[in-house]
């Protein structure tokens, strides 16, 4: 199948819209219609979602269950907009989290609604971890992205969406992540230049990390890793806090990320998927005794973006049991072995396949040329797209809700786009 | 009129949520359902909305129109997540706005999408003026508020929430907002601050301001202030950005607060009633010679907001002819006519009123008199917030489409209200 | 008199000191030898001194006493350099500071050697400021002038030095200085701002001011203003620093400027002409119960320079009765006198004469004319430099040892000046 | 020998003087004179001088020809102090310094005096390398230290002196210096971080370096590690700053620390020995096409420190041919044979000796142990400090005109010490 026309009315987002637009660029076409994994444009072009609003739409597009309970709620009047008010949804999506997730993990945090977007659950997690340990300075790590608001971007690698602030970000130190280098203790380096009082690094109020980097490029931390940044956080009073908005909501295998880990994170930031349907939500939840805010010291105006609400609590009835988490790692090791065919049949890829559960990538080392897949499987219908600070990575990300049809296909045409690009290549040798 | 039994069923706030949540507390009841300018709580008590969102539902509570639109296009599958894809709802509100809005008004603006929420907005708009002037500090004025990330928390006065930053916040300068101060020009003193190369003010990339400040009191800037402010920084190379997330979208009375003023701002924030129904939207609207992002300099999961495009498209048809404007200058006319009433008959008060079109409040001297009316006022089925440094303003911000029976309905409780506190005053005396 | 030949022998300084040189461009000869009020060039051509060091050389150059005492040092091989081990000149000071300035004046501080230049005064104050009471911001005012390291700059107004940190310089606050504008009561202002909650800034950790602004403008803040400032800080338990090193050590009339303001800092940097011969020396002294320094936690190379303990502890021989302190007044009268006449006689002056004791200076409306003044001073023998945010003031600091000789010589020179120069500017026209 | 009555007379240090005092209270006796690399308190007791005002006293106490140049000048009236006007000392200090240090060594740079001390010059190196890359960020080593303003604060390791500052030191990004840790290859770490675009790690202005670091441990950086920095920082347009206010002037063997490594920085920072005698001197190189300072644009009052530019001159003269280089190199032999002759002598050291030149130390893994000799070594009429984070290591800075007999001398001193320490080690057990 070859995509027909995308391009068709795309000059009212080039006349209109500012030139920060970026994904109407790499998937030039208006998308009209979706279901589950799959995406209809305007032009009747049908596509696979290997990308799932990066990250946002774990449970895949317009769950049948979800739209229901939302044109009901609409239907009835309830209340859409409600800043932080009491409301049912609200009531019970506190009580659903608190029941499906917390307590059966043995969980005890307060739930905080920091405003209804990843870098809000950021900036109220760095706000908390400094008014705890009355300490300014945190610990963020290569590659790290955590969202573009001055706080959040403070501690974000990406040097491009850094220079964007137009200011010096302060107040934030990177070390290197978990594998950073080759032959390289990161870990007994972090605890060193922690430790060591002539480092010039401060003591931190807080290590905030992604157990998996999604933008920075699917590199996954080992639980030895994480085990040992958490007792280092532990030995020094400083908070450690996950940033769970990607890697989070099951991406990885389990709701949380981190729990294959064993650790026990101070502050743990969800957003994208935690409202199931890809509408704006996120919620920043923190161990009680350090809920020490006071009321209103954090607020905005779309705290209680009630249809989200809905949809969450609804999205949750996939975790009373463990058999959405068991599938998910089934799907995971399908994708892995055929990626790890792709990457032993075409060496020209230089590549490596890297991630866990549905958190998947193939890294190339050849420069440009994820980019180029990534562009092939568009024009052969798949949505995908590339992380990394290069771009080096192509990043799988499907919804967790893909049948085994849609993985063959989806896989099929990376095979494809890898043929063409490599062909392409050869052709021009 | 008394509600009954408000407080029920509150514990699973008080128990799962963050010791943050804030309205929770001062409208102790669960809401249920809402329709224009009216709420009921789950006991069946009736409400009247003088708050609206904190000016997030300028066209009232479930509007008919928008809720017909919302079930139809969550019934055929359209998109609600898609990062910044092209989408119809997108590509619709893109030409709505340009056609109902911009031109009409001979405004050439870039639209841009920074994430949902009005932090987000103000954080873009920072960061644009630093990339174009290659500056980094920022004029701010007294009692501005602007959000709660570090970028927009860094230009908001209010100490309380500054203090939550846990952080120095830099590169911004304080100035007195218009009246800030009696017998005191202060803008005389801002443009020799400003032009003075000795005053220790470093020439800023931006002014950013709202001209009725919301949150800090219900402060309106004169268009006389607002047209030197506008001066100053052409003569300096200043960028001004008008932050019109709670003062914009009809509220006082045009669709933007500053037309009246006549004056052209740099890059214009809106959020809050953007979408028209209450749900999570923000837009920055830039000139098109500083729109000099890189594609995805700034971005963020929910910039498309797909539900949220598909109502405010819909709000905009109210603004195809003048009389949805005229309407609210005459509400605004009978607000302030009763109000004024108020505060003559009860000198006790010593109130004085504030605002322009339905941006209205009334400040008192008496410490704690106007968050004691707030309560009253919602003892007897009014919804009713107070705003300002000390709380000492009760504010009054109905939905825009209220009419005269809402209006005359939420001033007698008002009345009431008072009637009661001051009773109470002077019973304690 | 004119001035034969300054140029000669500058081209070493032209090839080998940086572009940042300055006053050997604006007085361009080689200075040979000096003493009391007067100095001599390598050609022989002589000058009166009104700049005296900006305030280095209260006690004019070379004192016979102090040469004598330093020559006998340096030959008993007294040791030169001695980081702060004890020595018996330290001591000496130590004793002699408190026995003839501190206690006569009921002044209880402990004596802080910070290094031994102006900048580390200030940096040290802010220092401790921040350290006691545990605030960051610190309020400075317009104008304001406290030395080149970032710390010290940060609270400097100089929109060309701040320029030069090449950093954005946080953690101040500008306010309004005494008569920074007319009509504008600048202490109430500030007042508002710092205990209003709304204003935007945040509670300061200390206050900086210099009574007498030196090279801001030769601008005298009045007693009242003073007494308001403490008082503010008092009610806040903010401190208050002042910046005595240009106004201290009886260059206002009094050993420290404050004096007569009846005011009690918590900080007071001293330098300049502490040391009473010109030799880098500064010390900052702290309220006991301020003192709260960690051993070593602000250190230095230099905070022993016993040459210049040497020369201060004969300086202050000079305060033991009150003698020297009437004779400052005394001159300061004979020049103020002068000064009104020449502002009277020569109105195309536009000129108002400012300050306190012997600084004073001519503030002109004439853009450039101060400028010209200097030079012209300078080529008849009279070395005299501007001050204020535009070079707008012809600036007077006459060694505080100036005999009546001195005094009439250098204003005749002032009188032929501003009498060549008006005529040059006649002539032009 | 042992040391009679030290403490005498401190009562009036104690009572006085800051707490902030240091090494008054090491070295708790008042010193009377010095010559060489001697010292005598005022009860007689003599003292061998290993420290050498931390660097500042290269040349020895009270040289004969700088003290009799010394009183020549004072006794003839030269100026004392002349901000930064052109005096003889000034302009035969620039000649001097070109011709004796510059030239011989092919080297081309502009002098530029940023104020009398080490920590001046550093700001001063800061802001122009800056301004040069209109960049902010500045790359620092672990255990570094630059000086206690906040400039150079900022780029100092040591955890307690920064937490003097009292606030967050930002603008600098600290790196592992050359053998932070073992099998670590802390160059190619720094690569990446600079070269990664998602590290994190923005790119700087400057990296700054000591080749010896002097407070931070005695750590010699190999010479190849200095030529991989120096090639790191040319191939990114970055500014090479070399700190050489401890390590420079001789201290190492050749006048500046890192001709052996063959570098060519482009600012270099040089100050405590640079004026030969111990008086506050400090000047900044600045190579020509970075010389882009406007006049006056950092200042300071005691730029013009005469009497230490005749000394300076004077001390210049050690270096008109190569044989002080070639006897700090053979006295440096002298030292490390008999220092690792201790360290294997007294296995309990657990010693190991460190660094280059006459810039030595023995680093104890024996907590408090370096300490204890420095004290012990002191009542045995030894002046020797400790340096490094923990204090960990015995510093030997000797006077670099120290002879065969004051070596041996001090060098039994510090074995005695060992004896008592280790002694009183043992019977404690």
Redo the contacts between chains.
């Keep these: 199948m070859t995509i027909s026309n995308p391009k068709t009315?795309?000059n009212?987002?080039e006349n209109?819209?500012?030139?920060?637009?970026?994904?109407?660029?790499s998937?030039?076409?208006?998308?009209?219609?979706?279901?589950g994994y799959q995406?209809w444009d305007?032009n009747g072009n049908e596509y696979i979602d290997f990308f799932a609003?990066?990250?946002?739409?774990n449970y895949g597009?317009?769950d049948d269950a979800m739209?229901q309970k939302?044109?009901e709620y609409?239907?009835?009047?309830?209340?859409?907009?409600?800043?932080?008010?009491?409301?049912?949804p609200?009531?019970e999506f506190?009580?659903q989290?608190?029941e499906v997730i917390l307590k059966p993990r043995d969980m005890d945090y307060?739930?905080?609604?920091p405003?209804?977007?990843?870098?809000?659950t950021v900036?109220?997690a760095?706000?908390i971890?400094?008014?705890v340990t009355?300490r300014?300075?945190v610990v963020?790590?290569?590659?790290?992205f955590h969202?573009?608001?001055?706080?959040?971007l403070?501690?974000?690698?990406?040097?491009?969406?850094?220079?964007?602030?137009?200011?010096?970000?302060?107040?934030?130190?990177?070390m290197?992540f978990d594998d950073?280098?080759d032959h390289?203790?990161s870990l007994?380096?972090l605890e060193?230049?922690i430790d060591?009082?002539?480092?010039?690094?401060?003591?931190p109020?807080a290590v905030i990390l992604e157990t998996v980097q999604g933008e920075?490029?699917i590199n996954a931390a080992s639980f030895e890793w994480l085990k040992r940044v958490e007792e280092l956080c532990r030995r020094r009073d400083i908070l450690l806090i996950v940033d769970d908005?990607q890697a989070g909501c099951g991406r990885t295998g389990t709701f949380f990320s981190f729990e294959q880990a064993g650790i026990s994170p101070d502050v743990i930031c969800l957003?994208?998927s935690i409202s199931g349907?890809?509408?704006?939500m996120a919620i920043?939840l923190?161990k009680p005794e350090y809920?020490?805010?006071?009321?209103?010291?954090?607020?905005?105006?779309?705290r209680g973006?009630n249809?989200a609400f809905v949809t969450a609590s609804e999205a949750l009835n996939h975790w009373k049991t463990n058999e959405f988490s068991d599938s998910i790692l089934n799907k995971s090791e399908l994708f892995k072995k055929r990626l790890n065919q792709f990457v032993e049949e075409y060496p020209e890829l230089q590549g490596k396949v890297q991630g866990r559960g549905l958190m998947l990538g193939i890294s190339s080392e050849k420069e440009g040329l994820s980019g180029q897949l990534a562009q092939a499987a568009f024009e052969r219908g798949l949505i995908i797209e590339t992380s990394?600070?290069?771009d080096e990575v192509l990043k799988i990300l499907p919804p967790l809700i893909i049948d085994e049809e849609g993985i063959e296909k989806g896989l099929d045409i990376i095979e494809e786009s890898i043929k063409a690009v490599l062909g392409k290549e050869e052709a021009k040798v």
Tied chains: 1, 2, 3, 4.
């Design positions: 009315d795309l009212v987002f209109y819209e500012s030139e920060v637009r970026s994904y109407s660029r998937f030039p076409t208006i998308f009209d219609k979706a279901k995406l305007k609003g990066a990250g946002a739409l597009h317009n739209q939302l044109t609409i239907q009835r009047d309830g209340l859409l907009h409600s800043l932080d008010m009491a409301t049912n609200r009531a506190l009580q989290f608190n307060k739930i905080m609604f405003g209804p977007t990843g870098t809000n900036e109220s760095l706000k971890a400094r008014k009355n300014e300075k963020t790590f290569t590659n790290a969202g573009m608001t001055i706080g959040a403070s501690v974000t690698g990406n040097a491009f969406k850094r220079h964007g602030a137009g200011i010096p970000l302060p107040y934030s130190m990177v290197p950073y280098m390289f203790d007994t380096y060193k230049m060591d009082d002539g480092s010039g690094v401060d003591l109020a920075g490029g908005v957003s994208k349907s890809g509408l704006p920043t923190i809920d020490i805010w006071g009321p209103g010291e954090h607020n905005g105006t779309f973006n249809l990394g600070p290069d």
